[in-house]
Nanobody
C-alpha cells in the first residue's frame, strides 16, 4: 500500500525548534524526489523544501532558507524536516509529498506552483507557533 505518514507536529513558541518525520512505503520512496509543503490557515499550499532521496541534494524556499533543514534516512525510507528559529508565520499544516523527479529542483522553491507536480500526498501534520 503506497502511503506517506507524517509525525512530529505540535505547538512551540517563537524561536523554538520542531522536527517533522515522514515515513514512506518503499514503492514511493525509492530513488525519488521527496518534499515538504505547507498550507497556512486561509492560504494556498506552498513549497518548503525538497530532496533527492538517492543523491541527497536539497532545495529550499527563500522563506525557510537557513532555518529549516530537509534530510533523509534511506535505511528507514523516512524524510525529515528540522525546523529551527520558528516564528508565527510558520504556522501551517505541513504535508509530506512525492514530487515528479524532473521537477525536484524547483517544486519547493516556486511558491504554490510546485503542488501541481506532486504525485502523492501525506495527510499532513499541524504545526502551531505561538508568539
Amino acid at each position: 500500500l503506497d502511503q506517506l505518514v507524517e509525525s512530529g507536529g505540535g505547538s512551540v513558541q517563537t524561536g523554538g525548534s520542531l522536527r517533522l518525520s515522514c515515513a514512506a512505503s518503499k514503492e514511493i520512496y525509492s530513488a525519488s524526489c521527496m518534499a515538504w509543503f505547507r498550507q497556512p490557515p486561509g492560504k494556498e499550499r506552498e513549497g518548503v523544501a525538497s530532496i533527492f532521496t538517492a543523491g541527497g541534494s536539497t532545495y529550499y524556499a527563500d522563506s525557510v532558507k537557513g532555518r529549516f533543514s530537509i534530510s533523509r534516512d534511506n535505511t528507514k525510507n523516512t524524510v525529515y524536516l528540522q525546523m529551527n528559529n520558528v516564528n508565527p508565520e510558520d504556522t501551517a499544516r505541513y504535508y509530506c509529498a512525492k514530487v515528479t523527479y524532473s521537477a525536484c529542483k524547483w517544486a519547493a522553491v516556486t511558491g504554490t506552483k510546485g503542488a501541481a507536480v506532486v504525485e502523492f500526498w501525506g495527510k499532513g501534520a499541524l504545526v502551531t507557533i505561538s508568539s
